[in-house]
């Protein structure tokens, strides 16, 4: 099992930077595939990006590619989501994920893959 706690939400006007933590505990962590997702007021939670074991495969939705960057630390057991150039529209409660990949060895974007989460993070983005 892993247990994951998310940091480094926050308040940030439109065009700036927010850098996300996900930290894990258990001394697999570098067998799990780490996604991210988010949800906003009023509306389902979206997968925004993932990284393989490795960190040598990433994922990400449309609207964030570019943006966005996840990375990963297994000696550290740390996910980061780094985001740049924010929107309004990305303002959401985020989340990290993950799963077993001896269970899945692919990165899935689907919410129900994923058997472990945090309690969440808020990023807000003014106007």
């Known amino acids: 099992q892993v247990q994951l706690v998310e940091s480094g939400g926050g308040l940030v006007q439109a065009g700036g930077s927010l850098r996300l933590s996900c930290a894990a505990s258990?001394?697999?962590?570098?067998?799990?595939?780490i996604g991210w997702f988010r949800q906003a007021p009023g509306k389902e939670r979206e997968f925004v990006a993932a990284?393989?074991?490795?960190?040598?495969?990433?994922f990400y939705t449309d609207s964030v590619k570019g943006r966005f960057t996840i990375s990963r630390d297994n000696a550290k057991n740390t996910v980061h989501l780094q985001m740049n150039r924010l929107k309004p529209e990305d303002t959401a409660v985020y989340y990290c994920?993950?799963?077993?990949?001896?269970?899945?060895?692919?990165?899935?974007?689907?919410?129900?893959?994923?058997?472990?989460w945090g309690q969440g993070t808020q990023a807000t983005v003014s106007s």
């Open positions: 990284i393989s074991t490795s960190a040598g495969n990433t």
């Open positions: 994920a993950a799963y077993d990949s001896n269970y899945y060895s692919a990165i899935y974007s689907q919410a129900h893959k994923y058997e472990f």
């Open positions: 258990g001394r697999t962590f570098s067998r799990y595939i």
